[in-house]
């Protein structure tokens, strides 16, 4: 597979990032927004990529992309999801300005992505 042709893009009214090869989602990283204290939030809640896809490096590129553009908006990340968790914890130099995980970002969540 040619990873290049590999997009990634909001897709605003489903609330998620998608990979896309082709016109194909091939995975998604799921956020919400989040009025929080001192503005706007972005909660990431879920991640995934399609297991035909694995081992390529795509979960990190849509991890990195999603972040970047939650970044170039102004939007602070909540990262409820274990794998944005984790990217973010491997990547300390990304930009993002991290907001800790509270129980009011957990409830704000929808109960079926909840991890």
């Not at 990283?29 to 879920?46: C, E, K, S, T």
């Not at 995934?48 to 990340?77: F, I, K, M, N, W």
Request: charged fraction near 20%; aromatic fraction near 6%.
């Amino acid at each position: 597979m040619d990873t290049a042709a590999v997009t990634v893009r909001n897709n605003p009214g489903r609330h998620r990032y998608e990979l896309l090869d082709g016109g194909t989602v091939i995975g998604t990283a799921h956020w919400v927004p989040f009025d929080g204290a001192d503005g706007p939030q972005r909660i990431f809640h879920h991640t995934s990529v399609d297991e035909a896809y694995g081992g390529q490096g795509l979960g990190s590129r849509l991890a990195r992309e999603a972040l970047d553009d939650t970044t170039a908006a102004g939007l602070p990340v909540v990262p409820v999801c274990p794998y944005i968790k984790k990217w973010l914890r491997t990547h300390p130099d990304h930009p993002a300005v991290r907001v800790p995980v509270q129980p009011e970002h957990l409830a704000a969540v929808p109960r079926q992505e909840q991890q």
